[in-house]
């Protein structure tokens, strides 16, 4: 308990950190919100964005608007979205939902299955069924993620009609209750698996060569010598040790998956966090952009903080202080 | 009892009525798409294009405008001008209700014009500019009194252009701000329920339309779909029935037109009359000299680049003024306008002002920056700059986002030669005119006159053409105004775009407006 107390306060400065370098990196970036909604409304006065501009801080020299920025982060307040018109806190939290949704059911397919293929992969080590394996994994691996989307898309949704092609949620129906859950878990199948074939190929390998490594050590050999059955061996002994990279990469590719959820995302119009976050890198929204980079990065190094955890669950020699 | 049961005898009576004549089915959903997803849906404030596709079917205007640019009388009954053109009677509808249930008045007209469009309006300080006051002498009646003739003005009282916002939601609050922007209370045969962002906006059917029995849906879904193949997609399966506004890229739509349940139409866009061109920097860099200009488009081949680029959808531009303008007898075609484009003659034109050709070939080197739009766009600089290679200009391309690329070229005028499209709109007055005058040289305005040009002859032509109210007079200054322009260029014309509406069979009624996506819906139902 201590030590998850202790690594949450070495978190702060690290975020804060964070906070501060995108603050100055997107700054750079020529144009601002300003422009953008004066540009879309065909035309504007200089006046007119002149006052907006006045109304939004961004007159304020930048280390003003700085130091506005972050005594607002440490109250909680994420600021305003001036282009959504909104609380960022309300619009971040509406989308959170949604790529929650998304990366947990990704996480778990793709850890799950990746697990469990790499296992079968290893401990049936050169027959047609490793091969197979291995062969699915290089594929999907080397397949861009738009396109096996968009592949989807043309199977399941129009050949077929299995699934909707894209969306949360039937918007004919706006069902309510129960049967409101079965219809986003059936928006949610085409995205999930699309999001987790990469990552699935990337643990299954992972886990393969894993095992087949730990298979090699000493203690494999002494655990034979005692007269232990195969299969005790594989997993209780092997198979725990074997995980302990897998569990470490997918603790730090939860960031990544935001990264790459935007383009699942935008091909499915699934209406994540990646998606509010590229559209309002165009839109110079710097808030709300601000906003989820902040989320983001809290989430990382919670998630790290769990995997550590795990670690001694799975290693009982790894101690945690 | 007895009113209930007359009540429903003539709901009844009216919908067989109804079937009899035209057969429309009531109820239904239309899912269509909206891309991208809006920023507010202060159509008041802001004319851009994805708000214009949801709020005409919450707000109204006075009029609508048919396919033959007649108008169609919406919250106003009629109207009547007088002789000098200085004094506009409007007539409005009784009985009509905002969706709080408030009555609409002469009121709300006075303050939407005076307070509203005249100020925030992007470009309502325009459209409205001669009006110097609204008398309203009763709840139905609003005078404009207006300091000279204003003949565009009639053209510009559609949903979209100038919306009829509530005044007891506005009065005494910040308009720009005001929460009315996203939540939205209007006249009009559907009211606003739900915008989940990233998702959709929910409309459902206004059951106290004042035109009894419309609207025929029971609810309109805008959808938002990111990616342009999966829009595709939805089309295809019938999951959204509607999409305008080239949300379904050309390249799909023809594919998807052979399809028994999909059809194309090009129609309801007139009103909007976009133009493709390129803007010149006439103060410095390269194309100071008008005559490179006349070279450069002579040299296009406009129709190349409409059916390679644009499949075949568009019309070659042949002057300053979209060929739409024939309606109102203001178009005339001009010279320097080939269809096909003419190399030896452009490479004439530069050899005789002196610009020689160097070892290479080269007579000159600049920079082309691109609309960042898409792909479309880009493509169109490619032919540009192959065809300008033809004639010894050699153009690097740049292709920037949107706020870079608008900070270059209206706030830092740091461009040589730009591609772009402007709207038009239903009269030069309001599209074509922000394009050339003096006036319209507003630094860090967007679209308006980028290339600094500046000419007092043009500036006296522009200011007669806004105030003349003789047709006839009216068309011989444009004439003038379309040969000056001919000559020095500041803009180039490239061609008149025409953009897709891609919808599924299912849907019918929704093309009577020369507004096209941007027009109530009203009239659509579902076959």
Known sequence: MKYVVKRLVQGVPIILAIVVINFFLLNMAEGDAVDVLAGEAGSATPEYMAELRKKFGLDQPLPVQLMVYLKNVVTLDLGYSFRHDMPVNELIFDRFSATALLMTSTIILAVGFGILLGLLAAMRLNTWKDAVITVFALITYATPLFWVGLMMIVVFSLQLGWFPTSGMENVAAFYEGWDRVVDIAHHLVLPTITLSLFYLALYTRMMRASMLEQYGQDYVVTARAKGLTERRITFVHVLRNALLPVVTMAGVQVGALIGGSVIVESVFAWPGLGMLAFESLFARDLNLLLGIFLLSSILVVAVNLIVDIIYCFLDPRIEVN | ?527
Do not use: C
């Open chain 2, 1 to 527: 009892m007895k009113k209930v049961f007359a009540t429903m005898f003539m709901a009844g009576s009216l919908m067989v009525s109804a079937f009899a004549a035209k057969a429309e089915n009531y109820g239904g959903t239309l899912s269509f798409l909206v891309q991208p997803e809006p920023p507010t849906l202060a159509s008041y404030v802001s004319t851009s294009g994805p708000i214009g596709l949801v709020m005409p079917k919450i707000y109204e205007g006075l009029f609508d405008y048919d396919n033959d640019g007649k108008m169609i009388p919406i919250l106003a009954e009629s109207y009547s001008m007088s002789a000098d053109g200085k004094t506009v009677t409007f007539k409005l509808r009784k009985g009509v209700e905002w969706h709080d249930g408030k009555p609409f008045t002469s009121a709300d007209v006075k303050f939407t014009i005076l307070e509203v469009l005249k100020k925030v309006h992007p470009r309502g300080p325009n459209s409205f500019r001669e009006v110097s006051s609204i008398d309203t002498p009763d709840a139905h009646t609003a005078i404009f009194n207006l300091d000279n003739p204003a003949p565009y003005m009639m053209r510009s009282f559609s949903a979209y252009e100038s919306p009829m916002v509530p005044k007891h939601l506005l009065e005494g609050q910040d308009v720009k701000s005001a929460p009315l922007a996203n939540k939205p209370v209007g006249t009009g045969p559907f009211k606003f329920v739900e915008w989940k962002k990233g998702q959709y906006i929910r409309l459902d059917k206004n059951e106290n339309y004042w035109q009894e029995g419309l609207p025929y849906l029971d609810r309109i879904v805008g959808r938002f779909i990111p990616d342009a193949s999966t829009r595709t997609a939805a089309m295809e399966n019938g999951e959204v029935l509607y999409a305008a506004y080239n949300a379904v890229p050309n390249i799909d739509a023809v594919r998807l037109k052979e399809r028994d349940d999909i059809d194309v139409t090009t129609d309801g866009y007139s009103m909007i009359n976009p133009m493709a061109l390129i803007e010149f920097n006439t103060k410095e860099g390269p194309f100071v000299d008008p005559a490179i200009r006349r070279a450069i488009s002579t040299a296009i081949d406009r129709r190349f680049m409409i059916d390679t680029i644009f499949f075949g959808y568009g019309k070659p531009a042949t002057s300053a003024l979209s060929s739409n303008f024939s309606a109102t007898n203001l178009h005339a075609k001009m010279a320097n306008y080939p269809e096909r484009g003419d190399v030896d003659a452009a490479n004439a034109i530069l050899d005789k002002a002196g610009y020689a050709k160097d070892g290479n070939g080269v007579r000159m080197k600049a920079t082309l920056d691109i609309i960042p739009y898409g792909e479309d766009w880009r493509r169109a600089g490619e032919y540009l700059k192959q065809a300008m290679g033809d004639i010894g200009i050699q153009l690097d391309l740049r292709y920037e986002d949107v706020p870079t690329w608008l900070k270059r070229v209206y706030h830092n005028y740091d461009f040589e030669m730009n591609v772009n499209y402007f709207y038009q709109l239903p009269d030069p007055v309001l599209g074509v005119h922000r394009h050339y005058g003096t006036n319209q040289i507003r630094q860090g305005t967007h679209f308006v006159n980028s290339s600094r040009y500046s000419n007092s002859t043009l500036d006296a032509l522009l200011d007669s053409g806004s105030k003349e109210p003789d047709a006839a007079k009216r068309t011989a200054t444009y004439k003038e105004i379309q040969t000056i322009l001919a000559n020095d260029m500041p803009v180039v014309n490239l061609f008149e775009l025409e953009f897709l509406t891609v919808y599924n069979t299912k849907l019918k009624g929704a093309y009577g407006s020369a507004m096209g996506a941007y027009g109530s819906f009203r009239e659509a139902y579902l076959d």
